[in-house]
């Protein structure tokens, strides 16, 4: 791949992190500022993977790989974070 | 078939339960039956008698890939089968699970607090004890079970019921006593050397009896 | 054991530097077998011994302390250090056979692997000598596995212990996966893999997505019971915390250790019955679906902790949806006996005893799917049967079955066949005289060390108890003649039992190199030139030119034991910790640089990871189990975070400088790794060191940052103990630091490679390797930074 596109991909991620750190003085309702920061981190993530860890180029059995464990990781967070709230039987 | 005590109808908690595992229990038994004796007669039936050397068509032979076998509708025919008792099996449980989860409005609530090791009671009227837990037969009664330490388990198994104590969660479950008795409360999750002693009574009385000492026990 | 053919640098068979060093696989799976079966032992024994206190009532055998020690170390002996463990020994021996595989794809993490395991099983042995062995049941549940309630160094070693066992799995699990998936013979396809090689790829499969969860509690546990932190000794943690991680490691690890055992059955039935395994495709298709299903039942055993009924609902289906597959697969088994010619030797019989074993223990574990059932079974004997029906009877006499079944491949020798099916008829007797009483039993309490008379238990304990000892002293035989057959035994030839599956084409026991040439398979004929019933017609490329492969190593025994010491130090302090840790760097970096050859098969299949070599492979599997490892850290932080009545608002302790300019250094170390690949491709040396160097500063720079962030946070008193906003960041950041530590190391040896004139000449791949890694630290700390500073 051509380091330009590298240089990029560094200057997207760097900005991104701006704009995080932007965010967070806005004074945004709490499930807005969760969403904005979590998804701005998750597409971080997935830039980093797609280009420095170059899954884009790779069979895509490669991605599979790694995208079973995030969905299982998602039913273990998702699931405990439910099973917080206690019942409370009543008639 | 597992004992089930003495078949007398202690509490409407026993009556759910034994309900609901004579179902689970009678089909287990035919679907069991079924398997394990086809299989006998399978084993019994195709054994090697030795009395021909004459091998299978398509048996196994070092440098050849076994031939593929099996038919889907078999499969698919088993399945159905399974699926059907399952769901009939699924739907019994959250039958019997509405009737678990849904103490009547006018239940009395005691407090069972556990710890290690014993059991504490504390009574709507301030009175506390943790030698008895004692109810009325004929009134639905609701525990609130929690822990001040370590990971219990509150259960009768006479009224085949249980539910966890867990300190920092408040849980739930109630039941009506049928029949005036004496019964064994046990803890069921392992918490440390005095788990298996970690035990109390319950007494279940009649609801004049049970009003008399009431009123004059607590505050 | 194990043939010398014409490899003189091998020590012999007799020798003990042969068996500390080797790497051979078929050796490794050797140790691995006699270490496991030595396990099983000690847990068998220590079964015995509660059995016979609860073989009367108010029995006082055993104290309360020494039962509950025994009830809890005899089951995580059995589950995690002997049948996994005498599963994957199997898996070594077998599997490279199978597919027409020379040896595993890193025969020196393969002896990396066993010697993790077999040191991880010492420290737990070593747990009975300090103080007090765990006590707390084999699921070690919190809270009462903290310090307050089990004061004892005996669980922390314990844990250790665990730890490095997890260690041990997750190596083996990336060297069997890239083993199966791009080592096999030319023309072996998957839809050809014999069952138990197909069964040991999806069993490790599981193992490498559930096991980090287990690594993540244990590692948390060990941390609070060392350290202080307070995850599952504060109630907003606890119990329910604890469960979540376990369990979802826990329930799929009841089919990590069933699978082997269906592998196993599914290569001995077709084998004995002479007919081929009816169904083969569904029964591999219903055990991914199982393999899929178990990551999302786990919370049926968490059923009555006071969940919502909706959770419970759920939980409910999954559980019961799991049991389809299994249903298909007895169904498929039991077919295949239709019509065929079955001859009764030990190890089918073994296989159909199981059969007959999984399907009682199968139907009576539908009872506990049932949520209404469960307010009653949880907790007592009935889960005991149940679970003993799967895992001893499906799991483990399969796996004895297994044992019959490969002896004459590994010793060349035959066992008494009379004497295996006397053992065989004593323990199918005694198993069901031992298990079969605990289901009439579903009044009693799971491990309680006694009972008064006055509830009636007496007989049936009685029963189990006798039916132990028929049980376990049944087990003598099979090691009598084992052993006397070793050197007694009539002479096996390569193949006894006219089976079809590829460990059989070549002698027994095979030579080292396994196959003079590699079988090559097209249009369902298997081409070999060696062993018995080949057929030459088009035969493999034949292979003149030996390639001197490595069969020993020491450095994985050497990094095992630095790791042991390293965990001991942990509880010890300076100076073992600091000497391990030195130690175990210098072992590593030996390791890197030690010369080992493997004999890599340019044809063979490798699909769907063409063109992805396997060391690349490698790294991604091992980043997958990563996946699993971080997510259940950060679960763990934002599980007591939501169940926090309070919680610290962002920039008010944890300061959004520090975190943000750690952020914008590791961002910019990503890039200059990445430059470092792009010049090492680009044939640079002065560039590639030049970035090397960089990325080197910036991780330095990231840690001094962190270090002084450490320090000023524990000078202002938030310390590791006080409160779970310090313990979570402490112990998440912990871990990253750790894999940034572990990443700058490696950044030391590329730097030192790189100056040696290496990875510039078309020779990168370990470059891009670490940048993998180290991308991956990067993207974890991506979540970190706003989850712990920004929000």
Same mark, same amino acid.
Request: proline content about 5%.
């Given at each position: 791949?051509?380091?330009?596109?590298?240089?990029?991909?560094?200057?997207?991620?760097?900005?991104?992190?701006?704009?995080?750190?932007?965010?967070i003085?806005?004074?945004?309702?709490?499930?807005?500022?969760?969403t904005i920061?979590m998804?701005?981190?998750?597409?971080?993530?997935?830039?980093?993977?797609?280009?420095?860890q170059?899954?884009?180029?790779?069979?895509?059995?490669?991605?599979?790989?790694?995208?079973?464990?995030?969905?299982?990781?998602?039913?273990?967070?998702?699931?405990?974070?439910?099973?917080?709230?206690?019942?409370?039987?009543?008639? | 078939?597992?004992?089930?005590?003495?078949?007398?109808l202690?509490?409407?908690?026993?009556?759910? #339960?034994?309900?609901?595992? @004579?179902?689970?229990?009678?089909?287990?038994?035919?679907?069991?039956?079924?398997?394990?004796?086809?299989?006998?007669y399978?084993?019994?039936?195709?054994?090697?008698?030795?009395t021909?050397?004459?091998?299978?068509?398509?048996?196994?032979?070092?440098?050849?890939?076994?031939?593929?076998?099996?038919?889907?509708?078999?499969?698919?025919?088993?399945?159905?089968?399974?699926?059907?008792?399952?769901? #009939?099996l699924?739907?019994?449980?959250?039958?019997?699970?509405?009737?678990?989860?849904?103490?009547?409005?006018?239940?009395?609530?005691?407090?069972?607090t556990?710890?290690q090791?014993?059991?504490? #009671?504390?009574?709507p009227? @301030?009175?506390?004890?943790?030698?008895?837990?004692?109810?009325?037969?004929?009134?639905?009664?609701?525990?609130?079970?929690?822990?001040?330490?370590?990971?219990?388990?509150?259960?009768?198994?006479?009224?085949?019921?249980?539910?966890?104590?867990?300190?920092?969660?408040?849980?739930h479950?109630?039941?009506?006593?049928?029949?005036?008795?004496? #019964?064994?409360?046990?803890?069921?999750?392992?918490c440390?050397?005095?788990?298996?002693?970690?035990?109390?009574?319950?007494?279940?009385?009649?609801?004049?009896?049970?009003?008399?000492?009431?009123?004059?026990s607590?505050? | 054991?194990?043939?010398?053919?014409?490899?003189?640098?091998?020590?012999?068979?007799?020798s003990?530097?042969?068996?500390?060093?080797?790497?051979?696989?078929?050796?490794?799976?050797?140790?691995?077998?006699?270490?496991?079966?030595?396990?099983?032992?000690?847990?068998?024994?220590?079964?015995?011994?509660?059995?016979?206190?609860?073989?009367?009532?108010?029995?006082?055998?055993?104290?309360s302390?020494?039962?509950?020690?025994?009830?809890?170390?005899?089951g995580?002996?059995m589950?995690?250090?002997?049948?996994s463990?005498?599963?994957?020994?199997?898996?070594?021996?077998? /599997?490279?056979?199978?597919?027409?595989?020379?040896?595993?794809?890193?025969?020196?993490?393969?002896?990396?692997?066993?010697?993790?395991?077999?040191?991880?099983?010492?420290?737990?042995?070593?747990?009975?000598?300090?103080?007090?062995?765990?006590?707390?049941?084999?699921?070690?549940?919190?809270?009462?596995?903290?310090?307050?309630?089990?004061?004892f160094?005996?669980?922390?070693?314990?844990a250790?212990?665990?730890?490095?066992m997890?260690?041990?799995?997750?190596?083996?699990?990336?060297?069997?996966? /890239?083993?199966i998936?791009?080592?096999?013979?030319?023309?072996?396809?998957?839809?050809?893999?014999?069952?138990?090689?197909?069964?040991?790829?999806?069993?490790?499969g599981?193992?490498?997505?559930?096991?980090?969860?287990l690594?993540?509690?244990?590692?948390?546990?060990f941390?609070?019971?060392?350290l202080?932190?307070?995850?599952?000794?504060?109630?907003?943690?606890?119990?329910?915390?604890w469960?979540?991680?376990?369990?979802?490691?826990?329930?799929?690890?009841?089919?990590?250790?069933?699978?082997?055992?269906?592998g196993?059955?599914?290569?001995?039935?077709?084998?004995?019955?002479?007919?081929?395994?009816?169904?083969?495709?569904?029964?591999?298709?219903?055990?991914?679906?199982?393999?899929?299903?178990?990551?999302?039942?786990?919370?049926?055993?968490?059923? $009555?902790?006071?969940?919502?009924?909706?959770?419970?609902?759920?939980?409910?289906?999954?559980?019961?949806?799991?049991?389809?597959?299994?249903?298909?697969?007895?169904?498929?088994?039991?077919?295949?006996l239709?019509?065929?010619?079955?001859?009764?030797?030990?190890?089918?019989?073994?296989?159909?005893?199981?059969?007959?074993?999984?399907?009682?223990?199968?139907?009576?574990?539908?009872?506990?799917? +049932? /949520?209404?059932?469960?307010?009653?079974?949880?907790?007592?004997?009935?889960?005991?049967?149940?679970f003993?029906?799967?895992?001893?009877?499906?799991?483990?006499?399969?796996?004895?079955?297994?044992?019959?079944?490969?002896f004459?491949?590994?010793?060349?020798?035959?066992?008494?066949?009379k004497?295996?099916?006397?053992?065989?008829?004593?323990?199918f007797?005694?198993?069901?005289?031992l298990?079969?009483?605990?289901y009439?039993?579903?009044?009693?309490?799971?491990?309680?060390?006694?009972?008064t008379?006055?509830?009636?238990?007496?007989?049936?304990?009685?029963?189990a108890?006798?039916g132990?000892?028929?049980?376990?002293?049944?087990?003598?035989?099979?090691?009598?003649?084992?052993?006397v057959?070793?050197?007694?035994?009539?002479?096996?030839?390569?193949?006894?039992?006219?089976?079809?599956?590829?460990?059989?084409?070549?002698?027994?026991?095979?030579?080292?190199?396994?196959?003079?040439?590699?079988?090559? $398979?097209?249009?369902? /004929?298997?081409?070999?030139?060696?062993?018995?019933?080949? +057929?030459?017609?088009?035969?493999?490329?034949?292979?003149?030119?030996?390639?001197?492969?490595?069969?020993?190593?020491?450095?994985?025994? $050497?990094?095992?034991?630095?790791?042991?010491?390293?965990?001991?130090?942990?509880?010890?302090?300076?100076?073992?910790?600091?000497?391990?840790?030195?130690?175990?760097?210098?072992?590593?970096?030996?390791?890197?640089?030690?010369?080992?050859?493997?004999?890599?098969?340019?044809?063979?299949?490798?699909?769907?990871?063409?063109?992805?070599?396997?060391?690349?492979?490698?790294?991604w599997?091992?980043?997958?189990?990563?996946?699993?490892?971080?997510?259940?850290?950060?679960?763990?932080?934002?599980?007591?975070?939501?169940?926090?009545?309070?919680?610290?608002?962002?920039?008010?302790?944890?300061?959004?400088?520090?975190?943000?300019?750690?952020?914008? $250094?590791?961002?910019?170390?990503?890039?200059?790794?990445?430059?470092?690949?792009?010049?090492?491709?680009?044939?640079?040396?002065?560039?590639?060191?030049?970035?090397?160097?960089?990325?080197?500063?910036?991780?330095?720079?990231?840690?001094?940052?962190?270090?002084?962030?450490?320090?000023?946070?524990?000078?202002?008193?938030?310390?590791?103990?006080?409160?779970?906003?310090a313990?979570?960041?402490?112990?998440?950041?912990?871990?990253?630091?750790?894999?940034?530590?572990?990443?700058?190391?490696?950044?030391?040896?590329?730097?030192?490679?790189?100056a040696?004139?290496?990875?510039?000449?078309?020779?990168?791949?370990?470059?891009?390797?670490?940048?993998?890694?180290?991308?991956?630290?990067?993207?974890?700390?991506?979540?970190?930074?706003?989850?712990?500073?920004?929000?």
């Amino acid at each position: 791949m051509k380091l330009i596109v590298y240089a990029g991909v560094f200057a997207f991620l760097m900005a991104t992190t701006a704009v995080e750190l932007m965010t967070i003085g806005m004074q945004l309702p709490r499930n807005i500022l969760v969403t904005i920061i979590m998804s701005t981190a998750g597409l971080k993530a997935v830039v980093i993977a797609m280009f420095f860890q170059h899954l884009k180029d790779e069979p895509k059995a490669l991605s599979i790989l790694v995208i079973i464990p995030i969905i299982a990781a998602a039913a273990l967070i998702g699931i405990s974070i439910l099973s917080i709230q206690p019942f409370v039987p009543s008639g | 078939m597992p004992d089930l005590g003495n078949n007398i109808l202690v509490s409407n908690t026993y009556e759910t #339960f034994t309900g609901l595992f @004579g179902t689970f229990s009678t089909l287990a038994i035919i679907v069991g039956a079924v398997v394990l004796g086809l299989m006998t007669y399978l084993i019994l039936r195709y054994r090697d008698k030795g009395t021909s050397t004459q091998e299978p068509e398509d048996a196994p032979t070092l440098g050849k890939l076994p031939a593929e076998r099996g038919k889907v509708k078999t499969i698919a025919v088993s399945l159905t089968l399974s699926t059907t008792i399952l769901v #009939f099996l699924v739907f019994g449980t959250f039958g019997a699970l509405d009737n678990i989860l849904t103490p009547p409005k006018d239940a009395i609530d005691i407090k069972v607090t556990a710890f290690q090791w014993g059991w504490k #009671f504390a009574y709507p009227n @301030g009175y506390e004890e943790t030698k008895e837990l004692r109810v009325p037969v004929g009134k639905a009664v609701r525990l609130i079970v929690v822990s001040e330490d370590v990971f219990h388990n509150f259960g009768i198994y006479d009224y085949k019921i249980k539910i966890d104590a867990i300190k920092g969660r408040t849980n739930h479950i109630w039941f009506e006593a049928k029949q005036p008795g004496e #019964f064994t409360i046990q803890c069921y999750e392992l918490c440390g050397i005095g788990h298996a002693f970690m035990k109390a009574k319950l007494v279940a009385m009649e609801p004049g009896a049970f009003n008399a000492w009431y009123s004059t026990s607590g505050a | 054991m194990v043939q010398e053919t014409e490899k003189p640098s091998v020590p012999p068979a007799w020798s003990i530097k042969r068996w500390l060093f080797t790497t051979n696989h078929k050796d490794v799976g050797i140790l691995y077998l006699l270490t496991s079966v030595f396990f099983f032992v000690a847990a068998g024994w220590l079964a015995l011994l509660v059995r016979t206190q609860l073989g009367a009532p108010d029995n006082a055998f055993l104290n309360s302390s020494a039962y509950n020690q025994a009830v809890t170390v005899h089951g995580l002996l059995m589950v995690l250090w002997f049948l996994s463990p005498f599963a994957i020994g199997f898996a070594n021996y077998i /599997v490279p056979l199978q597919i027409g595989a020379r040896d595993l794809a890193f025969p020196r993490l393969n002896a990396l692997s066993y010697w993790l395991y077999f040191f991880s099983g010492i420290l737990m042995l070593m747990s009975f000598f300090t103080g007090s062995a765990p006590d707390g049941g084999w699921t070690l549940y919190s809270p009462l596995s903290s310090q307050r309630y089990t004061p004892f160094l005996g669980l922390n070693v314990a844990a250790a212990g665990i730890i490095m066992m997890i260690a041990s799995i997750t190596v083996g699990t990336v060297n069997f996966i /890239v083993t199966i998936v791009r080592m096999r013979a030319p023309g072996l396809k998957y839809k050809h893999l014999p069952m138990f090689t197909w069964a040991m790829l999806i069993t490790i499969g599981m193992m490498l997505y559930a096991f980090p969860s287990l690594l993540a509690g244990t590692l948390i546990l060990f941390a609070d019971r060392a350290l202080g932190t307070l995850y599952f000794s504060a109630p907003e943690g606890g119990a329910i915390l604890w469960d979540h991680l376990f369990w979802f490691f826990g329930h799929p690890e009841v089919y990590i250790v069933l699978f082997p055992a269906i592998g196993v059955v599914g290569d001995i039935l077709p084998t004995f019955t002479r007919r081929p395994l009816y169904g083969k495709k569904y029964i591999v298709l219903s055990l991914v679906a199982a393999a899929i299903i178990s990551f999302v039942v786990w919370g049926h055993h968490m059923f $009555i902790t006071g969940i919502n009924p909706t959770v419970m609902k759920l939980f409910n289906i999954t559980t019961v949806a799991v049991s389809l597959p299994f249903d298909v697969i007895t169904i498929a088994m039991i077919e295949t006996l239709v019509r065929a010619k079955i001859r009764l030797k030990a190890p089918v019989l073994f296989a159909i005893g199981s059969i007959a074993l999984f399907v009682i223990g199968g139907i009576t574990g539908v009872f506990l799917a +049932s /949520v209404a059932l469960d307010f009653q079974l949880r907790g007592t004997y009935w889960v005991v049967s149940h679970f003993h029906y799967v895992m001893v009877g499906g799991s483990a006499m399969a796996l004895i079955g297994g044992l019959y079944y490969w002896f004459p491949k590994i010793t060349g020798r035959m066992y008494n066949e009379k004497l295996a099916k006397t053992h065989f008829l004593l323990s199918f007797i005694g198993f069901n005289v031992l298990y079969f009483p605990m289901y009439l039993l579903l009044d009693m309490p799971r491990r309680i060390v006694t009972y008064t008379a006055s509830t009636g238990w007496g007989q049936m304990n009685l029963l189990a108890t006798a039916g132990a000892w028929i049980f376990g002293l049944s087990q003598l035989l099979m090691f009598y003649n084992l052993f006397v057959s070793m050197k007694k035994g009539m002479p096996a030839g390569p193949n006894p039992w006219q089976a079809s599956t590829l460990e059989w084409a070549t002698s027994s026991p095979p030579p080292f190199h396994n196959f003079d040439t590699i079988p090559v $398979i097209s249009e369902g /004929v298997v081409h070999l030139t060696n062993g018995a019933g080949h +057929s030459a017609a088009l035969g493999a490329k034949a292979e003149t030119e030996h390639v001197h492969e490595t069969h020993t190593s020491t450095w994985p025994i $050497i990094i095992s034991a630095a790791a042991f010491f390293t965990l001991l130090g942990l509880l010890m302090g300076f100076p073992v910790l600091q000497l391990a840790v030195a130690f175990g760097v210098i072992a590593v970096y030996g390791y890197g640089r030690e010369r080992f050859t493997v004999r890599h098969e340019e044809n063979a299949e490798s699909w769907p990871y063409q063109g992805v070599e396997n060391v690349k492979l490698g790294v991604w599997i091992f980043l997958a189990s990563e996946v699993i490892f971080f997510s259940a850290l950060l679960g763990a932080y934002i599980f007591v975070r939501v169940n926090s009545a309070t919680w610290p608002a962002a920039g008010q302790i944890l300061s959004i400088q520090h975190g943000a300019v750690n952020t914008f $250094i590791l961002l910019t170390s990503s890039f200059t790794a990445v430059l470092a690949l792009v010049s090492a491709k680009a044939g640079s040396r002065k560039y590639t060191m030049l970035s090397l160097l960089t990325t080197l500063v910036l991780g330095l720079a990231f840690m001094l940052n962190k270090a002084s962030e450490w320090k000023e946070l524990i000078e202002h008193g938030f310390t590791f103990n006080s409160g779970l906003p310090a313990s979570s960041y402490f112990i998440t950041t912990g871990a990253h630091g750790v894999h940034v530590a572990a990443g700058l190391a490696t950044i030391v040896y590329l730097i030192i490679r790189a100056a040696e004139g290496r990875y510039t000449k078309g020779d990168s791949g370990t470059i891009e390797h670490f940048g993998l890694y180290w991308h991956f630290v990067d993207i974890v700390w991506v979540f970190l930074f706003p989850l712990f500073y920004l929000l």
